[in-house]
């Protein structure tokens, strides 16, 4: 069955950087977009950053894309999210999700939190 299972949460200072990673099972990988959508403390979902099959195309919310970097390892089904100068607004649950926001996104996984805080 089609699994998605975060990692690299964790709590972090203003101003730094994190990882977080999702592993994919149970379905072609490389032939899926992937997207990753966070949810602050008490808000709705947020879409943050989508990737093509291949890696070459990447889609950001503008408010976020100088901070954020979305990359996947195709040969071993990994998808990544690189978080930058980080702020306390960034903390959330970070969701990897498959699919993306036009045609939709089928499974998602059961998040990882970051916190952001001195």
């Known amino acids: 069955q089609v699994q998605l299972v975060e990692s690299g949460g964790g709590l972090v200072q203003p101003g730094g950087s994190l990882r977080v990673s999702c592993a994919a099972s149970?379905?072609?990988?490389?032939?899926?977009?992937m997207t990753w959508v966070r949810q602050a403390p008490g808000k709705g979902l947020e879409w943050v950053s989508t990737?093509?099959?291949?890696?070459?195309?990447?889609f950001y919310a503008d408010s976020l894309k100088d901070r954020f970097t979305i990359s996947r390892d195709n040969a071993k089904n990994m998808l990544y999210l690189q978080i930058d100068s980080l702020k306390p607004e960034d903390t959330a649950l970070y969701y990897c999700?498959?699919?993306?926001?036009?045609?939709?996104?089928?499974?998602w996984g059961n998040g990882v939190l970051v916190t952001v805080s001195s």
């Open positions: 999700t498959r699919g993306d926001p036009l045609a939709g996104m089928d499974y």
């Open positions: 149970g379905f072609s990988f490389s032939a899926y977009y």
């Open positions: 990737i093509y099959h291949g890696g070459g195309i990447t």
